[in-house]
């Protein structure tokens, strides 16, 4: 078979499924393992699809964005992993900002209480109330998708404050486009906080990764990246650029 015909078998079936095994793409195809891994890693080149362990899956859209609910339903456990290990970097007395976002979110209920946050996150509020944390919410216009504040109002109101550490989400992470985010005005809020802060972190599960949205926010350089496994090469990537830490059990 062609390489070519291999290529159009594989971009088919993920438009079918979303995601493929490479065993099902070597039965499918009748080629060997490594013939379909190259054929992978090429079509990744070329930003056809994205490799993940054990096959690919479909690149999502520039503009797609799952609502809050969806994204709280999704790879929970690793985000709990990540959190975790992330809120044991805050250290009482610090001053911290915590975007909106479902892994941002669980970091909360291990944060110390002894702290200063700002956040722009609806979501929040009522954990870290609960917790005893004092708290300040930015302004801006609430995005109904996300329930963050975000718009001119959140630039405003992120302006008067200086933090020590700040924990973001992201909707994509690529080694040449950084790190981006389907709407404009929300990436300009995360910019903005990335550079208010001593320290940046990048909360990030492994679907995240060599994804591209329509708004950059900032070059991965700027922040450290805080996830779970990756493919070898790819975390071989992305160490070349920033600080990677890669959460285990």
Do not use: W
Not at 28 to 36: K, P, R
Not at 64 to 79: A, C, G, L, M, Y
Not at 98 to 104: E, P, V
Not at 217 to 230: P, Q, R
Request: hydrophobic share 40%; glycine share 6%; charged share 25%.
């Amino acid at each position: 078979m062609l390489e070519s015909e291999r290529h159009q078998i594989i971009l088919n079936l993920l438009k079918v499924k979303k995601t493929v095994k490479l065993q099902e793409l070597v039965e499918l195809t009748n080629s060997s393992e490594s013939t379909i891994r190259r054929d992978l890693t090429l079509l990744e080149q070329k930003k056809f699809l994205k490799r993940v362990h054990g096959g690919a899956s479909q690149l999502q859209g520039k503009l797609f964005e799952s609502s809050i609910t969806e994204k709280s339903t999704k790879n929970v456990h690793d985000k709990q992993l990540i959190a975790r290990f992330a809120a044991s970097l805050v250290e009482e007395g610090d001053s911290i900002y915590l975007d909106a976002g479902s892994t941002i979110f669980e970091l909360i209920p291990y944060l110390p209480v002894d702290i200063v946050v700002v956040t722009n996150g609806l979501n929040h509020i009522p954990a870290l109330l609960n917790r005893g944390i004092k708290t300040f919410l930015i302004g801006g216009f609430c995005k109904p998708k996300t329930n963050a504040l975000i718009g001119r109002g959140a630039i405003e109101g992120l302006r008067q404050y200086r933090f020590d550490k700040c924990f973001m989400g992201t909707n994509g992470i690529h080694p040449e486009y950084g790190f981006t985010t389907p709407d404009q005005e929300e990436a300009m809020v995360k910019q903005q906080a990335i550079s208010l802060s001593r320290e940046a972190f990048v909360l990030a599960d492994v679907s995240k990764f060599s994804e591209i949205f329509f708004s950059k926010i900032t070059d991965l350089s700027e922040a450290t990246i805080i996830t779970t496994c990756l493919e070898e090469d790819l975390e071989r990537k992305i160490t070349r650029i920033t600080k990677l830490k890669v959460v285990t059990e």
